[in-house]
């Protein structure tokens, strides 16, 4: 299933990226436990890349949603303490060597 949202999120058409998000979004929540933390890094992995295309705010508000939550009444992303020990914990080094 992984490798299938891989696919989806590095296909070309902004609509199949969409619903991939979406999905995730419904279904695989980052805070939830469906997702092994390995098979959970690699998917932010994959979408790293979307953030570089600063043309498409709708990807970019459906990957923020899938980062943090749906935002509050200030339309402001807020870190739960789930999502908070993900990215510190679980994250920093691994995505620390995308960049290098």
Known sequence: ??????ACLEDE??????????????????SG??????EKIILVQGMLCLYLN????????????WFFGKPNEGN???????NR???QNMCKERIGQIWI
């Not at 402001?76 to 789930?82: C, I």
Request: glycine share 0%; proline share 0%.
């Open 33 to 38: 436990d469906f997702l092994s933390e390995n």
């Open 85 to 87: 020990y993900f990215f």
């Open 54 to 65: 600063k043309d498409n705010s709708s990807l970019i508000r459906r990957m923020n949603i």
């Open 1 to 6: 299933m992984i490798n299938a949202l891989l």
């Open 13 to 30: 058409r902004k609509l199949i990226i969409q619903s991939a998000l979406d999905f995730m979004i419904s279904h695989l929540s980052i």
């Open 76 to 82: 402001v992303y807020v870190l739960n303490d789930l």
